[in-house]
């Protein structure tokens, strides 16, 4: 028996549907039934499309209205009590209460889904935390399921990962000691969803991806074993049939424990762990289903379908009942490639994303059921797969010869001398007094700026008229910068959309889709850019900006990159190359950029990398070679420049303990980091290592439109000093201005100003 399943599928519409009704649901545009009229529509037609493709059920429980994890907090009655839910409040209310906070509490945490760039809504568990299980939202979406004719397997976190995720309000909490009534809470939901009509349901466990703790396997082994013993989940009984689903990585210690569950189905990633599929059909009894995760569901490109066969007939022949599925759910690719109209070929003819990948699976089963006599459609279409695949790999765009023979032949990733050498040049060049004071790179991004780049690109002015309106605005920021006395300016990045994608778009390789939209969370969007080919950069990216601004003013101006690392991390990337050697082209274009720089006169020039370390690998043993390319990819790129031409870097937190020594060898002149919000904590892992270059930890905190009195900001300095010599201490905010208001701007970064100040006549 052969199956094709999803584990999850887009909720933000083809046309960001769902993005635009919460946010008019937010607005108080729309009425709560409105909302539920669109979620219903847009679920409609996502069920469609596994109908269509021929998917044997379809998925339910996967479309929350914001995030999974706090839609399963709220089943499990598990919301922290500080939200205070009256017995009336609707389902929305208390999902958008967790997400978003109230007038009194703040949202939930936000924060990573695993290496993806999709965050969710962290529980708060102390020892007081009660479950009081409703699946309500589970039954009424079997309900619309059922009266459609369609079969739906429930999507739910699984026990352990929803355990693993969520932090502990109390210190010294062990969130294990609340296991077993957690997994009588889960019995509590999953029994009426069987009771319902559902036959399977999915439990998503990734963390059997990650490092678990033995006593975290246990804990796995011994809650499977008694939601077996309660619900008789085994295959062969009668009751309900559970999917353990893990993703995102091979299993690798976790094989024998993930193999043993006594449950009905184990899905595998088998794009990430290709190297363990024969090892699970062996492992796994043939008793059990074997979902076999071949379609890449992250990335956008078109699967190799001939050996995804080639595979799956090989797990076949292991006796047990074969799904096929992506490998994760389809949540991080954008929904359909069709609504694609400008993608250059062969590029969109190589292109999968969430529409085209369930077409994928469709064909896999339709192969794989007819054996070796294919039917003459089923060899079209794996014909018109092979031709795509290869007509993409095979364009010119994919290896340019100027760039291999670059590649064959790297600079060293070194500069030409140690810190110390270089510091002194710098201080003779730049003279600056003790405690400079800088910003991160960007000023508001006031409306006017906004309107005249959405004009722009609506042909109603032309490039002159916008590069005029561009001028203007980082004449005003450096003119601002003047009058506040900041010693280090920048332009403002006025003239970028994003720090990712005004860069895409100048560099060759690498294309933009229209509507290729993936959740970031909530209501939130990106559009990653497609690094297709080789990456080239045929010409200065930002040197006209740059070389505008230090024109203006007598004052040191800052050049302001995005670094290799983070062009790399915010991407899709193309998946004939190791992700290391694309890095390293993308770390040679920045180092021409910043070479140009250098040759215009900017003596400064920063390499923001607030993706390096959410770029580290799930697993540990994984990180120093990710952290040796990923660092190296950034000295390629920074090391070009004479000792007096001062590189600065910037990333966005400061969870630095663990990574330390990587981030010293990045050998940056001067770093700056996010620290205000933890009261300067964070900065001790600096203090701690004796790090050697000079950093900034921010002052202020810029996610808020508050604005810290200068007392606040000498009192962080002041603390910085204990950690950080004064000589090698800057004074900034935690991150870029762009999202702030000029007002606030100004009144902070006076305060900044005269903290730096204070503090200077005092050490
Ligand atoms: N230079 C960028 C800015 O100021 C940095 C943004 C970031 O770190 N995410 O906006
Ligand atoms: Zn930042």
Redesign the pocket.
């Known amino acids: 028996m052969i199956r094709t399943h999803t584990l999850g599928y887009p909720r933000i519409g083809p046309k960001r549907e769902w993005k635009f009704a919460l946010e008019a649901f937010w607005a108080g545009k729309s009425s709560e039934a409105e909302l539920a009229g669109s979620w219903r529509a847009l679920r409609l037609q996502q069920w469609d499309d596994q109908r269509q493709a021929g998917l044997d059920m379809v998925t339910a429980g996967d479309f929350a209205p914001y995030d999974h994890i706090a839609a399963m907090t709220l089943r499990l009655g598990a919301a922290p009590a500080r939200f205070g839910f009256e017995p009336g409040q609707s389902r929305w209310a208390r999902h958008f209460a967790l997400a978003r906070g109230t007038s009194s509490q703040p949202a939930l945490e936000l924060t990573k889904w695993f290496d993806t760039n999709y965050h969710y809504l962290v529980p708060e568990l102390d020892p007081a935390t009660r479950f009081a299980p409703d699946a309500q939202d589970l039954l009424d979406e079997l309900a619309l399921a059922r009266e459609r004719g369609l079969a739906a397997k429930p999507v739910l976190p699984g026990p352990l990962t929803w355990l693993w995720l969520s932090k502990s309000r109390a210190q010294g909490f062990d969130r294990l000691a609340l296991l077993p009534a957690l997994l009588d809470a889960y019995v509590r939901i999953l029994r009426p969803l069987h009771a319902a009509g559902a036959a399977w349901v999915q439990l998503d466990e990734p963390i059997l991806a990650l490092d678990l703790p033995d006593v975290w396997k246990d804990a796995m082994r011994a809650a499977y074993a008694q939601l077996a013993g309660t619900l008789g989940a085994q295959q062969g009984t009668a009751g309900l049939k559970l999917l353990v689903a893990t993703y995102f990585g091979p299993l690798e210690d976790n094989l024998d424990l993930a193999c043993g569950l006594p449950v009905a189905g184990l899905h595998v990633d088998l794009v990430r762990g290709l190297g363990e599929a024969a090892w699970v059909a062996e492992r796994l009894g043939a008793d059990k289903v074997l979902s076999a995760g071949v379609i890449d569901g992250r990335n956008v490109w078109r699967d190799d379908l001939d050996a995804a066969l080639a595979l799956l007939r090989g797990l076949r022949s292991r006796g047990g009942e074969l799904w096929i599925a992506p490998s994760c759910s389809l949540l991080h690719v954008p929904v359909d490639l069709d609504a694609e109209d400008e993608l250059p070929q062969p590029f969109k003819g190589g292109m999968a994303f969430a529409r085209q990948k369930l077409g994928e699976l469709q064909w896999l089963a339709q192969a794989l059921r007819e054996g070796d006599a294919l039917s003459p459609a089923t060899a079209t279409a794996l014909q018109a797969s092979r031709a795509a695949r290869a007509n993409r790999l095979a364009d010119a765009r994919m290896r340019r010869a100027e760039l291999r023979a670059r590649i064959a032949a790297l600079p060293c990733d070194q500069r030409a001398s140690g810190y110390a050498a270089r510091a002194a040049r710098q201080r003779a060049r730049f003279a600056l007094p003790l405690l400079p004071t800088t910003t991160?790179g960007s000023f508001p991004q006031t409306a006017d700026i906004r309107a005249a780049r959405a004009a722009f690109k609506r042909g109603e002015i032309d490039l002159a008229a916008y590069e005029r309106r561009m001028r203007e605005a980082i004449s005003l920021a450096v003119r601002k910068q003047e009058e506040l006395g900041l010693d280090v300016l920048v332009h403002g990045e006025a003239e970028r959309n994003d720090m990712v994608e005004y860069f895409g778009e100048q560099l060759e390789g690498v294309l933009f889709t229209r509507y290729g939209w993936v959740q970031s969370y909530g209501s939130r969007c990106v559009k990653p850019p497609v690094i297709f080919g080789d990456v080239l950069r045929p010409k200065p990216m930002t040197v006209q900006w740059s070389a505008y601004a230090q024109g203006l003013t007598q004052k040191p101006m800052k050049g302001m990159l995005t670094g290799p690392v983070t062009l790399l991390q915010w991407a899709f990337v193309r998946d004939d190359l190791p992700r290391s050697e694309v890095a390293l082209q993308l770390a040679l274009a920045v180092r021409d950029e910043v070479q140009d720089l250098e040759a215009a006169g900017i003596g400064m020039i920063q390499i923001d990398e607030?993706a390096f370390r959410e770029g580290l690998p799930l697993r540990q043993r994984n990180w120093q070679a990710y952290l040796d390319w990923a660092g190296r990819a950034f000295r390629l790129s920074a090391s070009g420049v004479r000792d007096d031409t001062q590189i600065h870097t910037?990333m966005?937190y400061s969870e630095f303990n663990d990574i330390m020594p990587a981030i010293a060898a990045l050998d940056a002149d001067v770093i700056s980091i996010?620290t205000s919000r933890s009261d300067m904590e964070l900065l001790q892992a600096f203090g701690a290592f004796q790090y050697p270059n000079e950093i900034g930890p921010g002052v202020w905190d810029i996610h808020s439109p508050r604005v810290p009195d200068q007392a606040e900001m000498e009192r962080l300095l002041r603390k910085a000093l204990d950690v950080i010599p004064a000589e090698r201490l800057w004074v900034n905010p935690?991150?870029?201005l762009k999202t702030r208001g000029w007002a606030e701007t100004e009144a902070a970064l006076a305060h900044l100003v005269s903290a730096a100040k204070a503090v200077r006549a005092g050490t």
Do not use: A, M, S, V
Request: hydrophobic share 10%.
């Open positions: 991160i607030p910037h966005c996010e935690d991150c870029g």
